[in-house]
């Protein structure tokens, strides 16, 4: 099975704030990676998907990039909505895997 | 607009069975790819299970054996029969699925919960 990581697990920073999470894959999966946000008590949402491609309706302050075996989800002027958990999944073989999450929370 | 409606959710004692159901609306459930998705209490996103289009079948080690995952499409609705429950199958059960343009899982439902514990 593939293994995903994440880092840091945990990131305090304020509105208005550049910060950037990365995913590691352990064995190189293309750039067939997506980027998910969680609010506590709420399904995840799609954000970005084959590693950089924005989901309809995501604002334009999030991107990603990366191939291969590293990928970055950075957010662009951090706003109070953004402070939720984010995981990254692979889907280039089954079992399909999640990265263990990113809390971002206010500093 | 596409919506996913999980049920079948409870209290069961380890050892024993249940199944999960996810009504779908909005598209058709044989034409997508249906995926079965867990988050224990506190803890993080697991992949379970995925029903491709053409009926192939794809597990997580974790419930191999135990978990089979089919829909029924007169019903338009997916199911997760769970058996051998163990405590660490606790969690709350997401449906999801694809898109067009992606296989990366852009519907979820709301979930349901499956607490495990005699």
């Known amino acids: 099975d593939i293994q995903m990581t994440q880092s840091p697990s945990t990131l305090s920073a304020s509105v208005g704030d550049r910060v950037t999470i990365t995913c590691r894959a352990s064995q190189s999966i293309s750039r067939w990676l997506a980027w998910y946000q969680q609010k506590p008590g709420k399904a995840p949402n799609l954000l970005i998907y084959?590693?950089?491609t924005l989901e309809s309706g995501v604002p334009s302050r999030f991107s990603g990039s990366g191939s291969g075996t590293e990928f970055t989800l950075t957010f662009n002027s951090l706003q109070p909505e953004d402070f939720a958990t984010y995981y990254c999944q692979q889907y280039y073989t089954y079992p399909y895997t999640f990265g263990p999450g990113t809390r971002l929370e206010i500093k | 607009e596409v919506q996913l409606v999980e049920s079948g959710g409870g209290l069961i004692q380890p050892g024993g069975s249940l199944r999960l159901a996810c009504a779908a609306s909005?598209?058709?459930?044989?034409?997508?790819?249906m995926t079965w998705v867990r988050q224990a209490p506190g803890k993080g996103l697991e992949w379970v299970s995925v029903?491709?289009?053409?009926?192939?079948?794809y597990y997580a080690d974790s419930v191999t054996g135990r978990f089979t995952i089919s829909r029924d499409d007169s019903m338009n609705t997916l199911y997760l029969q769970m058996n051998s429950l163990r405590a660490e199958d606790t969690a709350v059960y997401y449906c999801?699925?694809?898109?067009?343009?992606?296989?990366?899982?852009?519907?979820w439902g709301q979930g349901t919960l499956v607490t495990v514990s005699s």
């Open positions: 084959k590693a950089s």
């Open positions: 909005g598209f058709t459930v044989s034409s997508n790819y």
């Open positions: 999801a699925t694809d898109g067009p343009g992606t296989s990366s899982l852009r519907y």
């Open positions: 029903l491709h289009t053409g009926d192939r079948t």
